[in-house]
C-alpha cells in the first residue's frame, strides 16, 4: 500500500492520519510539488489533475483524499469510521463536499498562498473561510464530533486543513467550538501531527 | 420529499437529473438565489453554509449535491449507481471531489460570474478549467462513462456544469470525447436538461 505524498498537504496528511488511526502500514512515497514534479511525467500520468494524494493498493489506484478515504474504511476500517446505512453514509459524504469545496479554496489556499506561493484571489479566500468558519463554529456549538456522536472519516477528512488554518494567517481565536473540536481529534488515539510549515 | 432548488443551479440540477432518471417524485422549493434569499433566515438556517441545494426527506436534511445524491442511490436507487464494493465506490467519489473543487472552481464559477455577477478570479479560472478539461478529455478518450463502464453517480456529479461550460465563455469545441460523452448522458432515458442561462 502506498501513498504519493507531500509532507506539508493537509490531503495527504487525511490519508496519514486515518491509516495511523486504524494501525495500517503504508510506504511513502515523497513527490516533490515545490519542484513541481506533480505537473510531470510520470505523476501526471498517475493522476492528469497533477493532485496530490494518490495512493495504490495492489492494482487500485486512487486520487482524492475523500475518496481514499473511502477505500481505507470500506476496505480496512470497519463500518464505524463511514457506515452504509443511508442517512449516515451521506451525513459524512457532506464534509467531503466541504473539504473539498470551501476547506480547498478557503483556508488551504490561504495557507498555501503564504508559504507556497500559490495564486490565490485574497478576496475570495477571506469570503469562503469567514463563511466556512462562522458555519462550522454553529455546527460544533451542540457537538463533539461533526457527525454521528463519534470521530467519522468527516472528522478525518475535514481536520488538517482547519487546524492548519493560523498557518494561513486566519486565526482560530473567535471560533471556541472549532478549537475544542481540534483537540479532541489530536486526542484520538493513533494521532498524528502534520507538520508546521511555520517552522521549517 | 423536497428539494430546495434555484433553476439555473447545476448543483441543484444533479439532483432533480438523478430523481428524474430513478422515476422519484419531489417536490420542488424555489429559493431567489438572485435576491440572495439563501444568504438569510430561514434558509440560512437550515443550511448556514448558504449553499444549495438543499434536501428534505422526512426527518432527514442534507445539504451538498454529492452527499444527496448518495443518500438517493443508497435508500432509492440501488447498487447500479453507488455500489458499496470499496474500489467501485471509491472511483465513483473520486469525481465528487473533482466536481466539487475542480469544476465548482473552473467551469461553473465561469458561467457564475459571467451570468450572475459572481467575484471570480479570471485567471484561477481558467487555470482550474484547462487542466480539467485537458484531463477529462484524457480520461474519457478510452471510456465510455466515466466509471465502471455505465452510468454511476459520478456521471451525474460532473454532468451539469460541464455541459453548461459554454455558457460561461468556455469552449468544449477541442474536447471530441468530452463532448460524446456529454451526449451519452443526454440519452439516458429520464434525461431532463438544465434550462439555458443564455436564453434566459
Known amino acids: 500500500m502506498r501513498l504519493y505524498d507531500f509532507s506539508w498537504s493537509g490531503n495527504c496528511h487525511k490519508i496519514k492520519l486515518f491509516t495511523s488511526i486504524i494501525s495500517l502500514p503504508i510506504e511513502i512515497v515523497p513527490i516533490d510539488l515545490l519542484n513541481a514534479e506533480h505537473l510531470r511525467p510520470p505523476f501526471q500520468d498517475l493522476n492528469p489533475l497533477c493532485e496530490l494524494p494518490v495512493f495504490e493498493d495492489g492494482t487500485t489506484v486512487l486520487r482524492d483524499s475523500a475518496a481514499i478515504l473511502v477505500y481505507l474504511a470500506r476496505r480496512y476500517g470497519g463500518e464505524a469510521w463511514f457506515p452504509t446505512e443511508p442517512e449516515e453514509m451521506a451525513q459524512i459524504c457532506q464534509w467531503f463536499g466541504t473539504a473539498a469545496a470551501n476547506v480547498n479554496f478557503g483556508p488551504a489556499l490561504a495557507r498555501g498562498a503564504r508559504h507556497f506561493g500559490y495564486p490565490a484571489d485574497n478576496a475570495m ?76
Open 125 to 200: 479566500v477571506t469570503r469562503v473561510s469567514d463563511r466556512l468558519f462562522l458555519a462550522l463554529e454553529k455546527h460544533l456549538s451542540s457537538r463533539e464530533w461533526l457527525e454521528l456522536r463519534r470521530p467519522t472519516l468527516a472528522d478525518v477528512a475535514m481536520f488538517p486543513y482547519m487546524a492548519s488554518a493560523p498557518e494561513g494567517g486566519l486565526s482560530l481565536e473567535p471560533y471556541e467550538a472549532i478549537r475544542h473540536w481540534i483537540g479532541r481529534v489530536e486526542s484520538l488515539p493513533g494521532y498524528i501531527a502534520m507538520p508546521s510549515v511555520v517552522a521549517a
